[in-house]
């Protein structure tokens, strides 16, 4: 299967302050997913508490990728659900692959799917 | 007064002929306590997995063209309400112990109907069954698959931590290419390499399987294909095997227990009797508890440290244990009772059931002897005068299973059974030596792998 890459330009988030960023994953329909973020190379399973990609001088005006390595376990569609939020700011959410809508149609039997998606920070 | 006598004795048994059609089941843990309850010959089990699924299950069978409200024939639906939700961040490591939330997960809730709800002898309406059952206990995973199933969700782990990583790196670099037009198609293994030392929180089981990852990537990689050969090459080489064991290992969890397992299963009956849906009668109800368990075997300890819990596993023999108890509706058998001066109180029936159950790869069989307890009473008004009398329906049913898989679908079984109609000397079975065909059925795997509990 081929990565699943969401468009560079599709998500913006506005830092508001000097508080710190985070993200979170949550995994659906006992699906499971790692992952990685380019900012910091922080990593995170779902379920995991929020960890730290930088804080709001490291990452604004940078694009920041998500890798994701996502697995399905059973017969159950995968749907991950991506929070990334600052500190007294405000929070976005990526779902994947409800929100995809990269070149490449997502396949639903794909039992590994890997897949990226960017937040333009500013 | 002789032929007044024998009257009543006349009348007073034809109404027993009109006490509903109640026999006995097998003692085998029911998976689908609705169609237990209404005596439902079911052909095949809906398991919806999604509300959806659910939805369009109950419309499709329960609604004719013209959207009217029908009741099909041989009907049954199970499912799991806990499946049926997002389960979010749900591990199924959860399922290896006793864990307090387990109780409502592996609630399931079962729908049954029939054609051939039995209201006596020759009296036949439709049904629909209703049942819950829930596992009180469900007994010790298999050491050996517990410690399998433990090491392969960690590989998954790290396989799937290895791949994000990998994956990210190796578009950084796809990404840095523009900037750096000069880099030849060999150069990817040097930043990855580099990369890998700017991460201080890989571990070292990772950071090693990551180096042999990079070292060992196929000579086709190149500057223009590198994330997806990167992303390709972990994703069949190792996790695909490695998610195929997992999913295999889940499904051996749900089976290969140990020790005490207990359920409890509750159900009622409900019947259109004049195809009205307004109008409807609960002809019984009833409740049951299976206790069954299986024997383990002490196994020597293994020393390796991974397999801290593989010091049991389970045998082949499987004792199991049944209380039952079901009411009978007093006024829908009185409703199909033809003299008006009389009536049948049912009464409740006392089940106690005993089976042995040996499973050994193409071989099973099983033993099972129940006894049934029931008093029910009669009562007739002749000249003004009342007659009654109280009828023992005490009884017990014998039944031997044999089986062998000659392959998936074909199965050489022999049986014998004792009472196996319960009602009275007949229904002796001897079925001697049968050949059970199963053109295009369901294969035991296949159930075992839609088993909606786990």
Request: hydrophobic residues 35%.
């Amino acid at each position: 299967m081929s990565i699943y890459k969401d468009g560079k330009d599709k998500l913006e988030f506005t830092l508001k302050g000097s508080g710190k960023v985070y993200m979170s994953v949550d995994a659906l329909n006992q699906s499971r997913t790692c992952v990685t973020c380019n900012s910091n190379n922080a990593q995170v399973f779902n379920g995991d508490p929020k960890k730290e990609i930088g804080n709001s001088n490291s990452i604004n005006g940078k694009l920041v990728r998500f890798t994701g390595a996502g697995e399905k376990r059973t017969n159950d569609n995968v749907k991950f659900v991506h929070t990334i939020s600052q500190d007294g700011g405000d929070s976005i959410e990526y779902v994947f692959p409800q929100d995809y809508t990269g070149e490449v149609a997502f396949e639903e039997s794909d039992e590994m799917p890997s897949y990226m998606f960017y937040i333009k920070f500013s | 007064m002789k032929n007044s006598r024998n009257s009543i004795a006349l009348l007073l048994s034809f109404i027993t002929s009109c006490a509903i059609g109640q026999t006995l089941e097998d003692l085998r843990a029911p998976s689908m306590p609705a169609a237990t309850m209404i005596g439902s010959q079911v052909n095949e089990i809906s398991r919806p997995r999604s509300l959806k699924a659910l939805e369009a299950s109950l419309l499709n069978n329960f609604m004719d063209s013209s959207n009217n409200f029908v009741i099909p024939d041989g009907y049954a639906l199970e499912f799991n309400p806990f499946m049926l939700t997002k389960r979010r961040n749900f591990n199924y490591a959860d399922y290896l112990e006793h864990k307090k939330e387990n109780f409502y997960r592996n609630i399931s809730i079962s729908m049954a109907s029939t054609n051939s709800f039995l209201v006596n002898d020759s009296v036949k309406t439709n049904g629909l069954g209703f049942g819950l059952r829930m596992i009180l206990y469900n007994g010790q995973v298999d050491g050996a698959i517990k410690d399998k199933y433990l090491i392969a969700v960690g590989k998954s782990d790290s396989l799937m931590s290895v791949q994000a990583d990998l994956t990210s790196f190796a578009q950084d670099y796809a990404d840095s290419i523009g900037n750096n037009a000069n880099l030849d198609d060999k150069m990817f293994k040097v930043f990855l390499l580099k990369k890998l030392n700017t991460v201080a929180r890989l571990s070292e089981g990772n950071r090693s399987l990551m180096l042999n990852i990079i070292e060992d990537l196929p000579d086709s990689t190149n500057n223009e294909n590198i994330a997806d050969v990167v992303e390709r090459y972990i994703e069949e080489g190792m996790r695909g095997p490695n998610l195929d064991h997992l999913t295999s290992l889940m499904k051996d969890a749900q089976t290969e227990r140990y020790g005490f397992r207990a359920e409890l299963n509750t159900a009622m009956g409900l019947s259109f009797p004049t195809n009205d849906f307004f109008h409807s009668y609960v002809p019984k109800y009833g409740a049951w508890i299976n206790v069954s368990y299986r024997i383990p075997k002490r196994i020597s300890k293994n020393t390796d440290v991974k397999f801290k819990n593989a010091d049991k596993k389970a045998t082949p023999f499987e004792f199991a244990g049944m209380l039952r108890i079901i009411n009978v509706n007093r006024e829908f058998v009185n409703s199909y009772q033809p003299i008006d001066s009389a009536s049948f109180e049912p009464g409740f029936y006392f089940d106690a059931g005993l089976r042995f159950n040996v499973d050994y790869k193409k071989f099973s069989a099983g033993l099972e002897y129940i006894y049934r307890q029931n008093r029910s009473t009669e009562t007739i008004t002749v000249d003004g005068n009342e007659y009654s009398r109280t009828v023992l329906n005490d009884g017990y049913k014998f039944h031997l299973n044999l089986n062998y898989n000659i392959k998936d679908n074909i199965v050489l079984s022999y049986n014998i059974g004792k009472n196996y109609n319960l009602d009275g000397s007949q229904g002796d079975l001897i079925s001697g030596f049968t050949l059970n065909l199963g053109f295009g059925d369901v294969k035991t795997r296949e159930l075992l792998n839609q088993n909606p509990t786990r």
